[in-house]
């Protein structure tokens, strides 16, 4: 049966207010968790505040959900010792209290970061296709790359099922140019999101993030085969971010590669 309640960590965070008021939609009910305060609107369930590090209180977190949405951790580049503590640490204690709570299916929020050093294909280049070595270009890419590695782990030794999206940029709208390739609306996350939670005998399936944007970088065909239809394209934004920022040259190390300038000068995780 098509899961129902579903854990959705890192509740707090950008993308995780973006999907709670986009997922319910879908017919689930939400379990909110974040280590912050969640500002929950009126109608919305109260949150667990919880950190990745407490087994005690994610044991208690998912235990009677069909599926996680796991998006909590450090979202940027940050020091060795923190990315440590919260995406590989956290991501395998929250896998721990899945085994252990008998949670079948995780949607987990990966990133191109995990591959940011693949060279973007320029010209008539072919798409990157989802299995492409892994390069990860942070500290941070290098913990999605442990993440999907965990998640493959996890149905091989245990039988949890997991989507690994490596997600492009999931904002209202497109800031640069360079997201005018990687650029997930919100509609199409919640649609990829419901996608992962729903397709049958997922396995461990590796797919990419993002809307069917014009400039579109890499194969969306494993996100399609779990039923993903994207309804939405960057192209609208394009004449006015190129005309403020220019095209992408091809010479600038800055977008040499998928990651862009998590390659050469990432953006700090603020805390
Ligand atoms: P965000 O930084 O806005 O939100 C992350 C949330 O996780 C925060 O509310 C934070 O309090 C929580 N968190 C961090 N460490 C935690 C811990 N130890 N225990 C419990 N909660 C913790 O990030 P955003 O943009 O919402 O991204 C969500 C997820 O999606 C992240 O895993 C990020 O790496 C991934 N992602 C997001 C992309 C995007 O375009 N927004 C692109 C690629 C990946
Ligand atoms: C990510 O992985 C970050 O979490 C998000 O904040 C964006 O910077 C995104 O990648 C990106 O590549 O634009």
Redesign the pocket.
């Known amino acids: 049966p098509a899961p129902r309640t579903v854990l959705l960590?890192?509740?707090?965070?950008?993308?995780?207010?973006l999907m709670r008021g986009l997922l319910p939609a879908y017919g689930y009910e939400l379990r909110l968790?974040?280590?912050?305060a969640v500002e929950t609107a009126e109608g919305e369930p109260a949150a667990i505040k919880?950190?990745?590090?407490d087994r005690a209180a994610l044991r208690e977190a998912v235990r009677g959900v069909d599926a996680i949405v796991?998006?909590?951790?450090?979202?940027?580049e940050s020091t060795f010792e923190k990315i440590l503590?919260?995406?590989i640490e956290?991501t395998y204690h929250l896998y721990e209290a899945a085994r252990e709570e008998g949670v079948r299916r995780i949607v987990f929020?990966?990133?191109?970061?995990a591959i940011g050093f693949t060279p973007r294909p320029q010209g008539e280049d072919p798409l990157i296709p989802i299995d492409a070595p892994r390069r990860p270009d942070t500290f941070?890419g290098l913990s999605?790359s442990f993440g999907e590695d965990l998640a493959q782990f996890y149905w091989d030794k245990h039988g949890i099922e997991t989507v690994s999206v490596?997600?492009?940029?999931?904002?209202m709208e497109p800031t640069s140019v360079r997201m005018l390739s990687v650029w997930?609306s919100p509609g199409d996350g919640a649609r990829l999101f419901h996608a992962a939670l729903t397709a049958p005998d997922v396995g461990h399936t590796v797919v990419y993030?993002s809307s069917a944007n014009t400039r579109l970088w890499w194969d969306l065909s494993s996100a399609r085969a779990l039923g993903y239809e994207p309804q939405d394209d960057s192209e609208q934004y394009a004449e006015k971010l190129i005309a403020e920022q220019g095209e992408l040259s091809e010479d600038n190390p800055d977008h040499a590669y998928l990651g862009g300038h998590f390659c050469t000068n990432p953006p700090m995780?603020p805390?």
Request: charged share 10%; net charge positive; glycine share 18%.
């Open positions: 960590t890192g509740a707090a965070g950008g993308l995780g207010t968790l974040d280590m912050v919880a950190d990745l590090a796991h998006l909590a951790g450090i979202s940027l503590k919260a995406n956290g929020a990966s990133s191109n970061h941070y999605k490596r997600i492009g940029s999931c904002f997930m993030g995780w805390h």
